[in-house]
């Protein structure tokens, strides 16, 4: 009797680079299409691929099929957040101390306004607390990759990436904060309540100074050597996203921790100013497209007018503190307001800070979900095509040929 154990068996198993390989192929061709066909931002063409090949489509990525995703996602997310904190300068911040005011304000008027709808909508103050905290980040993906395909430059672009960059700091430390408060929801002991948080906060910072002074002093022995300093960022922040999910950190602070102390700790300028994003360009795809397969249409049913009015009272609180004090930054009205629109996307990070109260407690987090996850699809099909608009009114993008 012949044997044909050499064959593969079927259906053929799972296999995680075969799933970034298609995540990446239609990811790419979906963007092209939509960026040729509809002159719309390709981001918004990885959304809806992921969109078709999540539940909401063909639902060929399943829960299964995004659970061996989501180390992608979180190396995307986390490669966006490392590039996002080596923008914030310091330097510029002492000289435009407005926009550090800038900054605060529209987080908490954001917050507030947020907070305030979802309370009025009688929905209970610990999830309408959370639903802001996570409200208020900006996308930095979306933000940052219009930006880059329109090769934008300018003050509505370097305000916008700053803002983004400050009010995802605030975001995250809200929502670590607020995990006492959702502890004591569930009985928690006091122990957990107060320790919890200050692990992750503290864990996270020092976990991403660790990793910038490794990569500051591997950069000043390798030398001045543009190629090797790449692979040596690349490498460090593969290391921390690993890192922290094995030590249960928050993947966001750590990563956005070392983003900020590798470019303000580099006083003898030993990092080339090497740009990794391309080389990143294929997580950022994948991070698009998985983010798009997490989201439902369902969703938004769900959360039906209450979404609508979160994404109102978020963006009049965004307004308000940007307007507020874009004269006292040295930029017009006119201005403010496209930097105020520029604000509006929501996405990767919103999904992150829902999944961590998920795996706290299911069900909480699937009750969060109702309110966040409508908000984050309306916001990742409409916010590209906001900061598009936001960078051409502007006269800052500088369109491909």
């Not at 999830?127 to 430059?153: F, H, K, Q, T």
């Amino acid at each position: 009797m012949m044997s044909f154990e050499f064959l593969p068996q079927f259906p053929l198993p799972a296999n995680p680079l075969a799933l970034f390989g298609v995540l990446l192929l239609a990811g790419a061709l979906g963007g092209e299409l939509t960026r040729r066909v509809l002159n719309l931002p390709r981001i918004t063409g990885y959304v809806l691929i992921g969109l078709t090949l999540g539940a909401s489509g063909l639902d060929v990525l399943d829960s299964r099929m995004l659970g061996y995703a989501r180390i992608f996602f979180d190396v995307g997310l986390g490669l966006v957040l490392f590039e996002l904190g080596r923008r914030l300068d310091f330097t510029w911040l002492k000289r435009d101390r407005w926009l550090l005011v800038m900054a605060t304000a529209e987080s908490l008027l954001s917050f507030g306004c947020m907070f305030g709808a979802l309370l009025w909508f009688h929905i209970a103050p610990l999830y309408a607390a959370v639903a802001a905290a996570i409200g208020i980040s900006s996308s930095p993906a979306i933000v940052m990759l219009v930006a880059r395909e329109l090769r934008a430059e300018g003050q509505v672009t370097e305000r916008a990436l700053n803002l983004v960059a400050i009010n995802s700091v605030v975001a995250f430390v809200l929502m670590t904060m607020l995990l006492s408060w959702i502890h004591r929801e569930y009985h928690a002991g006091w122990f957990v309540m107060v320790l919890h948080p200050v692990y992750i906060l503290v864990g996270s910072l020092f976990a991403g100074f660790l990793a910038s002074v490794l990569a500051l002093g591997l950069a000043r022995w390798l030398g001045k050597k543009a190629e090797l300093h790449i692979a040596l960022l690349l490498a460090v922040v593969l290391l921390l996203v690993g890192a922290a999910e094995a030590l249960k950190l928050s993947v966001l602070i750590a990563l956005l921790t070392f983003g900020v102390l590798v470019k303000n700790l580099d006083d003898d300028h030993v990092l080339m100013p090497v740009d990794i994003g391309r080389l990143g360009q294929m997580f950022f795809i994948v991070l698009f497209v998985t983010t798009g397969a997490m989201l439902q249409i369902t969703d938004v049913v769900a959360g039906g007018a209450v979404a609508v009015i979160y994404i109102a009272a978020r963006f009049v609180g965004k307004s308000i503190g940007v307007l507020s004090f874009a004269h006292l930054s040295g930029i017009r009205a006119g201005i403010g307001g496209l930097l105020s629109i520029a604000l509006l996307p929501m996405s990767g990070i919103a999904l992150a800070m829902t999944h961590s109260a998920s795996s706290l407690y299911p069900a909480f987090g699937a009750k969060l979900a109702t309110i966040v996850l409508a908000a984050a699809l309306i916001l990742e099909l409409i916010g590209p095509l906001a900061v598009q608009f936001a960078l051409r009114h502007a006269g800052e993008a500088r369109e491909e040929a």
